[in-house]
């Protein structure tokens, strides 16, 4: 089977500014295609454009809030004038959270759940259309915590719980229709995620509580995703220790309630002391 190629495709990757979704615009990029970013961020934004520049990549940067639905539409339409079609959309926008849920405002809850959750149903279903015409792709960028819950992370577990079965749903509706679909689920990944975690009351966490030298780069991430888009994959777990908890998760989940309460009790400023 001929692989798919990316040689003038069009790419729209949603927060791109930093972290796996800058790494995924360079690595689609590299490998031929049109790239389109966006973020909250206008120099963030700039900065990134300007390094993909130089390294020969074509790309549109268009500053756009995921949880808006309004931006949403704007950036599909400003796609759709600059280059004329939409090959591909990476829902990669997304932030997280951490404090016990007895202590969670409910404003954190939904401003989790607006930009992870809602941010993706905004992006695909202005994008569809056109995705449907080329036959392209919808990717999510997902979590293991979209098949396992994590204490601390009620309201990040809820979206990507959410964000898993809207894209399963939709794969089945466009099956038949050449549009592939693939939820990319990366482990604990070094990336500015964590550092700009909310805490119980909106306020950024600031430092990350666990050793980001020892995970799976954003850059690694990016290019296992690139692999997966070009043989149209439909799942992609990453790092051995989210294969396990996916694995747990299904034939141990009384043990592995226990097991991930103690991992979280050994992080630093842990809730759980």
Known sequence: MKQYSLKDKVVIITGASS????????????????????????DKLDSVKAKMEAEGIEVLAITADAAVIDD??????????????????INNAGIT???LFENLDFEVFHKVMNTNFWGAVYATKFC???????????????SVNGFRGTPARTAYTASK????GFFESLRTEVMKKGVHVLVACPGFTAS????NALDAHGALQGESPRDESKMMSSEEVAERILKATLKRKRDLTLTTQGWWLKFLNKWMPGRLDY?????????????FQ
């Open 19 to 42: 972290g796996i979704g800058e790494s995924c615009a360079f690595a689609f990029g590299k490998a031929g295609a049109k790239i389109v970013i966006t973020g909250r961020n206008q």
């Open 72 to 89: 949403n539409e704007r950036m599909a339409q400003a796609t759709l004038a600059k280059f004329g079609k939409i090959d591909i959309l």
């Open 97 to 99: 959270m951490r404090a």
């Open 128 to 142: 569809l259309p056109s995705i449907l015409e080329q036959k392209g792709s919808v990717i999510g960028i997902s």
């Open 161 to 164: 719980y959410a964000m898993n």
């Open 192 to 195: 500015n995620i964590r550092k």
């Open 259 to 271: 097991i991930v309460y103690n991992q979280l009790k050994k992080e630093k400023d842990s809730p």
